[in-house]
C-alpha cells in the first residue's frame, strides 16, 4: 500500500452552529447598548454574556484587525506598514468576499521581517515545543517564528480528501495533521495568516488536542472585523478581564471568546471593566 508523509493522519469536523459541542456561551447581537467606551473601535456592537465554561480558551493573537481598530493609536508602529502591504482584493474568490492578499506583503521584506519578529517577541520565552502552521498562508508565517523561537514546526494540512468538514467563511475544508508529529503535553502554537469564522482555528486546536497537545496560542496576521462569526457560532464569551489586565503586554487589550477561542482584541480603557463587570463586554 503505497505511503504518504500524511497517510497517517487526523481529520477533524466542525459544523459550528449544528455542533453541540460548541453551545457554550450566549451571545446577544444587538445595536441599541448604550454607547461605551470601546464603541469607538467597532463598527456593531455585542452583549457577550458568560454562561457556562467547558471548552479550553485559547487566545488568538492578531496584528492586524481590518476594520475601525487601524487607527488606533496604541498600536506598535510596526503594524502601519504590515497593513499597509496587505492588499484586498474585492469580490475575490467569490461575489462580497474582500480577500485580504498577504502576497504582497511578502515583497517587502522589512514588513515580512517585522511581521515575523512581531510573533516572535511574543513567542519567544513561552515554552513552544511546536508551531503549528496551517495550509497554505500558515506555512509561509509559521516556519521563521518556529526557527527563532527553537520549536519544530508541523504542517497542517488541507487536503480536501477526506469525508468531514468544517464551515469556512467560503467554502467548506479538511484539516488534516501527521498524527505522530506531536506528542501528548507538548505546548503549541497555531499559526495561521488570518482568522474570518474561526473554524479553521478551531479544528487545528481540537487536532492537537486529540493528540495531547497543549494549545499555548494562536497567532494569525489578519483579523476580519465582520461579526458574521457570531451567527456562525452563535455562542461566544469574554476571556478572563483580570487576566488580560494583569498582564505585562497588554493593560489595554480586553478579549472575546468564541466557542471557547478568542475572537477579538478590544482596545479598551481595562481599569473601566471592575470585576463584577468581567463576564459582561460591550464591543
Ligand atoms: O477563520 P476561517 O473562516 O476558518 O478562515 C480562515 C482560513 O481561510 C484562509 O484559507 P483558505 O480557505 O483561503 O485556504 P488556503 O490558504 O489553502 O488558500 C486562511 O488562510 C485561513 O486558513
Ligand atoms: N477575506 C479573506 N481573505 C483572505 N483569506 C480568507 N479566508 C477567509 N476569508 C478570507
Known amino acids: 500500500m503505497p505511503t504518504s508523509p500524511f497517510h497517517s493522519c487526523l481529520s477533524l469536523s466542525l459544523r459550528s452552529k449544528t455542533d453541540s459541542s460548541f453551545n457554550f456561551y450566549q451571545v446577544r447581537s444587538t445595536n441599541q447598548l448604550p454607547t461605551h467606551h470601546d464603541t469607538k473601535f467597532l463598527n456593531q456592537q455585542a452583549t457577550c454574556v458568560r454562561e457556562r465554561e467547558s471548552f479550553p480558551s485559547v487566545l488568538v493573537y492578531t496584528l492586524h484587525f481590518t476594520s475601525i481598530m487601524s487607527s488606533c493609536k496604541c498600536e506598535d508602529s510596526r503594524i502601519h506598514g ?10 475575490f474568490p467569490k461575489p462580497g468576499i474582500m480577500f485580504q492578499d498577504i502576497t504582497t506583503l511578502l515583497l517587502d521584506h522589512k514588513a515580512f521581517k517585522n511581521t515575523i519578529d512581531l510573533f ?26 518556529a526557527l527563532a523561537i527553537g520549536a519544530k514546526f508541523v504542517p497542517m494540512r ?15 475544508d479538511c484539516l488534516e495533521m501527521h498524527i505522530e508529529a506531536v506528542k501528548p503535553t507538548e505546548r503549541a502554537l497555531v499559526v495561521d495568516d488570518l482568522i474570518a469564522t474561526g473554524g479553521t482555528l478551531c479544528a487545528a486546536i481540537r487536532l492537537l488536542e486529540r493528540v495531547g497537545a497543549e494549545v499555548v496560542e494562536c497567532a494569525c496576521v489578519i483579523e476580519l472585523p465582520e461579526l458574521k462569526f457570531l451567527v456562525n457560532f452563535s455562542f461566544v464569551t469574554i476571556g478572563s478581564m483580570l ?3 494583569g498582564s505585562r503586554e497588554a493593560k489595554w487589550q480586553a478579549v472575546i471568546y468564541i466557542g471557547g477561542i478568542l475572537l477579538r482584541m478590544v482596545q479598551c480603557d481595562i481599569s473601566a471593566v471592575t470585576d ?8
Open 82 to 91: 504590515i497593513k499597509n502591504r496587505i492588499r484586498v482584493v474585492p469580490n
Open 120 to 145: 516572535i517577541e511574543r513567542y519567544k520565552h513561552k515554552n513552544i515545543s511546536v508551531v503549528a502552521g496551517i495550509e497554505a498562508r500558515g506555512f509561509i508565517f509559521g516556519p521563521p517564528i
Open 158 to 172: 488541507k487536503p480536501r480528501k477526506l469525508p468531514e468538514e468544517y464551515i469556512l467563511e467560503y467554502g467548506t
Open 243 to 245: 487576566e488580560i489586565a
Open 276 to 283: 463584577g463587570e468581567r463576564d459582561i463586554l460591550y464591543v
